[in-house]
Antibody
Framework: EVQLLESGGGLVQPGGSLRLSCAAS????????MNWVRQAPGKGLESVST????????YYADSVKGRFTISRDNSKNTLYLQMNSLRAEDTATYFC????????????????WGQGTVVTVSS | DIQLTQSPSSLSASVGDRVTITCRAS??????LNWYQQKPGKAPRLLIY???SLQSGVPSSFSGSGSGTDFTLTISSLQPEDFATYYC??????????FGGGTKVEIK
């Protein structure tokens, strides 16, 4: 069964840091781009960051650029999101999501999602 | 950046109704559009990819159409389990891939 399991969320003060992890199983992790998507309470979906299969191409929403870093360890089938200089507006559920199609050189949206991990930024 | 505008933002419908949701892109995106369903407290679920292709396991009551800037998600006969929020997402260019604002389908 294809699964994604996020961890690392929690309560952090403004200006603080958190590192989210996403453990993947049931598919060849190294063949797929991966994504972090967030959803603030009562709001819609926002693409936060995307990484290609080998980790050499990374993309960020303007709202997190310079503060968040996406990475992956294909030997551990794990995706990461390092979040620094956190702000109240970063409060959200963060979903890890697998790209839909492997090996076509494109980014195709998300066909498998984790259950989400909640990040709360508050003093 | 590509902007996606969904309409309506919410609708009320009855079981058995035909429901149509639209998504308009700020520029032509060919058929590079996905649709997702999200229920409260759950992760989104991919329904339609490439504007009109049904994802595996999704009921055939869901269909998608459109190209260029105007797209439609149709539920041919609304079922109780279909009450949810629906999002479109463009997959045209490089990430971040924009989502529409969402359409909440509620019970009338």
């Amino acid at each position: 069964e294809v699964q994604l399991l996020e961890s690392g969320g929690g309560l952090v003060q403004p200006g603080g840091s958190l590192r989210l992890s996403c453990a993947a199983s049931g598919f060849t992790f190294s063949n797929y781009a991966m994504n972090w998507v967030r959803q603030a309470p009562g709001k819609g979906l926002e693409s936060v960051s995307t990484i290609n299969t080998n980790g050499f191409e990374t993309y960020y929403a303007d709202s997190v650029k310079g503060r968040f870093t996406i990475s992956r360890d294909n030997s551990k089938n794990t995706l990461y999101l390092q979040m620094n200089s956190l702000r109240a507006e970063d409060t959200a559920t963060y979903f890890c999501a697998k790209d839909h199609i492997a090996g076509n050189g494109r980014f195709d949206g998300c066909d498998v999602w984790g259950q989400g991990t909640v990040v709360t930024v508050s003093s | 950046d590509i902007q996606l505008t969904q309409s309506p933002s919410s609708l009320s419908a009855s079981v058995g109704d035909r429901v149509t949701i639209t998504c308009r892109a700020s520029q032509s995106i060919s058929t590079y559009l996905n649709w997702y369903q999200q229920k409260p407290g759950k992760a989104p679920r991919l329904l339609i990819y490439g504007a009109s292709s049904l994802q595996s396991g999704v009921p055939s009551s869901f269909s998608g159409s459109g190209s260029g800037t105007d797209f439609t998600l149709t539920i041919s006969s609304l079922q109780p389990e279909d009450f949810a929020t629906y999002y479109c997402q463009e997959i045209y260019g490089d990430p971040p891939l924009t989502f529409g604002g969402g359409t909440k389908v509620e019970i009338k």
